[in-house]
């Protein structure tokens, strides 16, 4: 089977998706670039076509509206594009982070490519950390990610990990993401989605404090089954044996997890809370949920099918405490 990783580097632990090359802490950018197989660049060139006469081979044509994206280190094809699609360069979303980490306090701690190159991140944890009761401990994190194939815009992401199961969390304040999205059709300006993220990394203090009232919130058990079922079934619009199966069996698994068989599910902030149905949501999309491999559910997780479950989990959540 192929991967979507191309290739990866990590610090400390191993991350939770058990993928990538280990380095040690505070590395410089450009052995970030090489260790994470960044140090490439993504060139261009115009779409061709040949033409044909009578069934003979006839001259060669270009399109000029389009543009074909290949790898620099491979001569790779990416995409073809829009001749007005702006690209953002593997080790653009590396050097965003240099003056994050050299000042400001953020470590990077993963960085790679995915599907052959057509999709790349960065992430680092910042300077943000809050404790739940019974020591649940919630690290922040930044994420920078992009495409070179239109499935993507370039998104700056500001994140949370829970320690105790390395769940991930976007960051979201009153049912909207504090995601910095610069679509491919403008020019990425690193020092203006900073100063965006500027307000979005000040929203931390609020996140947590709804987080801190989810951890409050007794649950009841037929209000726990209604949430799985509200997060779970609700996208599902193909009634189908095979889909009844999949939610049957999704269902059983974060009950499961809810009940005290999930990572954490016994500590004070999630047992019988709200935010135990949250992280057993969580829990469930990035480590449990059905996927042909570990980078197939990291994709999801991130930035697929399985991020917009996350974020129902959270919107729901939300609004049993509102």
């Known amino acids: 089977m192929a991967h979507l990783v191309e290739s990866m580097a990590y610090v400390g632990d191993v991350p939770w998706h058990q993928l990538g090359h280990a380095l040690p802490a505070h590395q410089p950018i450009e052995v970030w670039a090489e260790k994470a197989g960044m140090n490439w660049q993504i ?20 399109f000029s509206d389009q543009k074909v994206l290949y790898r620099s280190d491979t001569q790779d094809a990416l995409s073809v594009v829009s001749d007005r699609y702006q690209v953002v360069q593997p080790m653009e979303v590396l050097e965003f982070y240099r003056d994050l980490t050299e000042v400001s306090g953020y470590e990077l701690e993963t960085a790679g490519v995915l599907k052959g190159g057509r999709k790349f991140w960065a992430l680092a944890r910042t300077n943000k950390e809050t404790v739940l ?41 009153d049912g909207a993401t504090s995601a910095i999205k610069v679509p491919h059709r403008t020019s990425f300006d690193p020092q203006a989605v900073k100063k965006q993220l500027g307000i979005a990394v000040s929203q931390w203090d609020s996140f947590m404090y709804r987080m801190k009232t989810l951890s409050e919130r007794k649950v009841k058990s037929h209000e726990a089954m209604n949430y799985f079922l509200r997060v ?14 999949i939610n049957e069996r999704a269902l059983k698994k974060v009950q499961s997890m809810y009940d005290g068989n999930g990572r954490g599910a016994q500590l004070a902030a999630a047992k019988g809370t709200a935010w135990g149905l949250l992280c057993s949501i969580t829990e469930y999309i990035d480590h449990e949920k059905r996927a042909r491999s570990a ?23 939300i609004a049993m405490v509102a």
Not at 49 to 60: K, P, Q, V, Y
């Open 295 to 317: 980078e197939y559910r990291m994709d999801s997780a991130w930035f697929g099918q399985g991020a917009a479950i996350k974020q129902r989990a959270l919107d729901e959540a």
């Open 133 to 173: 009761k019974g020591s649940d401990r919630i690290c922040g994190y930044l994420l920078l990610a992009t495409s070179c194939d239109g499935t993507l815009a370039t998104t700056a992401t500001p994140t949370t990990i829970r320690v105790v199961c390395n769940n991930t969390l976007t960051i979201a304040i």
């Open 232 to 245: 779970l079934c609700n996208s599902d619009t193909r009634p189908d044996a095979e889909h009844h199966l």
């Open 43 to 62: 060139l261009d060139s115009p779409v061709c076509f040949m033409t044909e006469r009578a069934g003979a081979l006839g001259s060669i044509k270009t």
